[in-house]
C-alpha cells in the first residue's frame, strides 16, 4: 500500500507539549530496555541542535544528512541486540505470566466489556441513545446468538511497530482509533453495540522502528466482535493510528463525538459499512483536527467469513505500510487458549505448553516483539516476521506433547494462542 503523502511530508519540530498525554504506557506492558543514558546522542534528533538553528549552508546540511543515516543504520543494528538489566522496569502483572493457564474467557468476559460503561468516550447520555445493554442483557443476548460449536470472535490488537513516526526531531506521539462493522450477506449493515463500539487511545510517546509499548498483550484491546453463525459475511474494521502534531490530540473527546455521530445513525439495514465508517470518522477526525497531523494508517480491515478458516479465526493478521505495521489477533472467545504473555531474556529456554494438547487441525499463533525469539519448532520471530500462524499437522501431534522450546535472543516479549480443531 502507498503511504499517504500527508504522512511523509516534514513537518515543523517541536509543536507542543505532547507528553501529558502519553499515559498509555506507564505501568502496562513495558518492554523495558535498558536505559540509555547516552540516548541523546545514538538517535537522530535527540538533544544536539535545536529546530531551527542554523547548521551553517549546504555542505554542512548534507554532513549532518550523512552522519544521521549512519546513526540511524547503527540503531537499526543495535535494535536487534538490545540489553536489559535484570528485573528492570517489568510491570508486576508480567512478572508473574499465566504460563499454560488456560485464558480463555468466554462470554462472560465478552459480556462485561460490551456493557462496560467506561469505555472510552463513553457518558451515561450515550449509553442510553445508543442502547448499551447493562451486563446482564448483554450476556443474554450474546447467549441468543450462540449456534451450535460456533463461538463468538473477538478481534484485538496486539501490537504496532512503528517504521516512521513522521517526526524528524524526538519521538512521535501517536494516537488510534477504530470504528467496527458487519456486514451481513446481503451486503447489509446493522449498527449494533455487541459488535463493539469505536474506540482508541491516547498518543503515546514512540519513535521510528520501535513498538509501541501501551499495547498489552495481557488484556489487549478489543476492537469487534463477530456473531457465530453464517448471516455475517465480512467484519470490516476502520483502523486509524496518526502522529500527533500541532495541538495535543483528545482521543476521549474525539471518540465521544465519534460516538455521538454513531447514535444518530438510523437502526435500520445500511446499504455498506461506509454508513457508519464515514460520519464517525468524520466526527473523529473533526474532534481532533487531524488534518495537523501525520497519518501513518488510515483504512479498513476486512476479515471474511471463508469457507474453512472463519474469518481468520485463531490467526495473527497484520496491515503493513511503510508507516507502521498493525497485528490482530482473532480469538474464539470459547476455544482459544492463550499461553503467557512471557518475557524473555538473552539465553533462557521456555516450554510453550497448553493445558490441552496441540491437536491435528489445531491452530498455532506465535508473536514476538522486542529481540528475536528463536523457535525451531514452528520458526523464529523478529521485528520483519514477528509472528507466525501454523495449523498443527496431524503427524507432529506426538512430538508436541510435552511442549515446544523457544529461546530468546535478548529482552523480548512472547505470547502463544491455541485453538483447537473445531468438533
Ligand atoms: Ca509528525
Ligand atoms: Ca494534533
Known amino acids: 500500500m502507498e503511504a499517504d503523502p500527508r504522512a511523509s511530508g516534514p513537518k515543523s519540530p517541536g509543536t507542543g507539549p505532547l507528553s501529558a498525554h502519553s499515559e498509555g504506557g506507564a505501568g502496562r506492558d513495558e518492554l523495558a530496555f535498558e536505559p540509555s543514558s547516552d540516548a541523546g546522542a545514538d538517535r537522530p534528533g535527540k538533544g544536539g541542535t535545536a529546530p531551527g538553528d542554523d547548521v551553517g549552508g549546504a555542505g554542512a546540511v548534507r554532513r549532518v544528512q550523512v552522519a544521521l543515516l549512519a546513526l540511524s543504520k547503527r540503531r537499526r543494528r543495535r535494535a536487534r541486540t538490545v540489553v536489559v538489566k535484570p528485573g528492570a522496569g517489568f510491570s508486576a502483572d508480567h512478572s508473574t505470566p499465566c504460563s499454560g493457564i488456560l485464558c480463555s474467557m468466554g462470554l462472560d468476559d465478552l459480556a462485561k466489556r460490551l456493557a462496560n460503561p467506561n469505555r472510552i468516550g463513553l457518558n451515561p447520555e450515550l449509553i442510553k441513545r445508543l442502547g448499551v445493554s447493562s451486563e446482564d442483557v448483554a450476556r443474554g443476548r450474546l447467549m441468543a446468538q450462540l449456534e451450535g460449536d460456533e463461538s463468538h470472535l473477538g478481534v484485538y490488537l496486539i501490537a504496532c511497530y512503528v517504521v516512521d513516526d513522521t517526526d524528524f526531531w524526538g519521538d512521535g506521539e501517536i494516537y488510534w482509533w477504530t470504528i467496527p462493522t458487519l456486514v451481513d450477506k446481503d451486503g447489509k449493515v446493522h449498527k449494533d453495540t455487541l459488535c463493539g463500539l469505536p474506540s482508541g487511545e491516547a498518543p503515546h510517546k514512540v519513535g521510528s522502528l520501535e513498538w509501541m509499548t501501551n499495547f498489552s498483550l495481557a488484556d489487549p484491546p478489543l476492537v469487534a466482535v463477530i456473531p457465530p453463525g453464517d448471516h455475517i459475511s465480512s467484519c470490516q474494521i476502520r483502523l486509524a493510528f496518526y502522529d500527533d502534531d500541532g495541538a495535543a490530540a483528545d482521543v476521549p473527546t474525539a471518540i465521544t463525538a465519534g460516538l455521538e455521530a454513531l447514535a444518530v445513525i438510523s437502526d435500520d439495514a445500511l446499504p455498506g459499512p461506509e454508513q457508519i465508517i464515514t460520519p ?62 512471557i518475557t524473555l531474556h538473552k539465553g533462557q529456554i521456555e516450554t510453550v505448553k497448553f493445558k490441552q494438547p496441540l491437536k491435528g487441525g489445531g491452530r498455532l499463533a506465535l508473536f514476538a516483539r522486542g529481540a528475536e525469539v528463536t523457535c525451531s519448532a514452528f520458526g523464529d520471530l523478529n521485528t520483519d516476521l514477528p509472528f507466525q500462524n501454523r495449523i498443527i499437522d496431524k503427524s507432529h501431534e506426538g512430538g508436541l506433547e510435552h511442549g515446544f522450546n523457544i529461546a530468546g535472543n535478548g529482552a523480548a516479549k512472547f505470547v502463544a494462542y491455541y485453538t483447537p480443531p473445531a468438533g
Not at 305 to 328: D, P, Q, T
Open 280 to 341: 464517525v470518522r468524520e466526527a473523529i477526525w473533526k474532534s481532533l483536527r487531524a488534518e495537523q497531523d501525520d497519518i501513518l494508517v488510515d483504512q479498513d480491515i476486512t476479515l471474511h467469513h471463508g469457507e474453512v478458516v472463519r474469518f481468520g479465526k485463531g490467526m495473527i493478521g497484520s496491515l503493513v505500510n511503510a508507516m507502521a505495521r498493525v497485528y490482530y489477533f482473532v480469538k474464539d472467545e470459547n476455544h482459544t487458549e492463550r499461553f503467557g504473555p
